[in-house]
């Protein structure tokens, strides 16, 4: 079998259970080796839909194909292809590190000798040192991740599902996991990505965006940016003197909309930069203004949160 083109592709990938619409015409295309993040709230049928690419659940309506596998032919050959990630029930708290990569082994069919070199291999590829005889509860953050993801490859996958892998991982451990993202889609992986966090998410290739089980936008980092602020983008603070009620005078003014705080601060999209530069002064010196660029956590507000607000 030659190599496909795609890594992935669905063509209005659909999932209902009873007249509910989980996943609903969905459409989208991922190619070999890239990082692709898959963001949306939750209840937004990013897990449904992972749970079809994986081989685990048969669509309702559309095509899906997986490492060249139509999922219409059955679901066996794409689950041999694909490696799954879950932050939570990869492996099993009171078993060894030995322990869970021979069960994985086993649902695997995987012989002892090819387990034993391909332990090897990915034990380095990871960077993972700890004794095999370790229970996994006993192990830090960074080193479940790195177990959990050596688990998922065993058996060699062409496209790693990786769902919210880093979630309550120290900072550092994340960036150290993020490399080897990095050095797994160079060797020519696909990595199927979901996180919550924005900064992850800016080291993605591409990104799909869903809300209620529809996909309302996919584009790398920056063009998603580009295309959801079309206008200036200010970040505004205030000092002890800032005048009473300044935030419900910009609120209510015309020449900004969907003001929105951002920590201690606020970000407020400008339609005329006249008109707000006179509300600037009058709101005097206390009131800081400062145009930025807007952030992929911006581009989330306005798609999928502000929908719903």
């Not at 700890?130 to 991740?145: H, K, M």
């Not at 200036?232 to 800032?242: C, D, I, T, V």
Request: charged share 25%; hydrophobic share 45%.
């Amino acid at each position: 079998m030659s190599a496909p083109a795609w890594a992935v592709e669905c063509e209005g990938l659909t999932v209902r259970f009873g007249d509910f619409a989980a996943v609903d015409d969905v459409s989208f295309r991922v190619a070999p080796g890239e990082i692709f993040g898959f963001l949306g709230a939750n209840g937004a049928g990013k897990t449904t839909t992972i749970r079809v690419l994986c081989g685990l659940l048969t669509p309702s309506a559309g095509r899906v194909v997986v490492a060249g596998y139509d999922a219409r032919d059955g679901l066996t050959p794409i689950k041999r292809k694909v490696g799954y990630m879950s932050q939570r029930f990869t492996l099993y708290d009171d078993l060894s590190v030995e322990e869970n990569l021979n069960f994985a082994a086993a649902l695997r069919k995987i012989p002892k000798d090819a387990l034993a070199r391909r332990t090897r291999e990915l034990f380095e590829t990871v960077g993972f040192d700890q004794p095999v005889s370790t229970l996994v509860r006993d192990l830090a953050g960074g080193f479940r991740q790195e177990l959990s993801l050596a688990a998922a490859m065993l058996h060699d996958p062409e496209i790693v599902f990786l769902d919210e892998p880093t979630a309550g991982v120290a900072p550092a451990a994340r960036a150290r996991f993020w490399d080897l993202i990095r050095r797994i889609a160079g060797a020519g992986k696909t990595v199927f990505v979901t996180t919550h966090y924005m900064d992850e998410a800016e080291q993605c290739g591409r990104i799909a965006l869903m809300r209620t089980g529809r996909l309302i936008a996919l584009d790398s980092p920056a063009g998603l940016k580009a295309s959801s602020f079309p206008e200036p983008l200010y970040e505004l603070s205030a000092g002890p003197g800032a005048p009473a009620g300044w935030i419900q005078r910009l609120k209510a003014d015309p020449s900004a909309f969907e003001v929105a705080p951002y920590g201690l601060r606020w970000h407020a999209s400008v339609r005329d930069e006249a008109g707000f530069a006179r509300l600037r002064a009058e709101f005097g010196a206390e009131v800081e203004a400062t145009r930025i660029a807007p952030t992929l956590e911006d581009v989330f507000i306005r798609l999928v949160e502000g929908k719903d607000r």
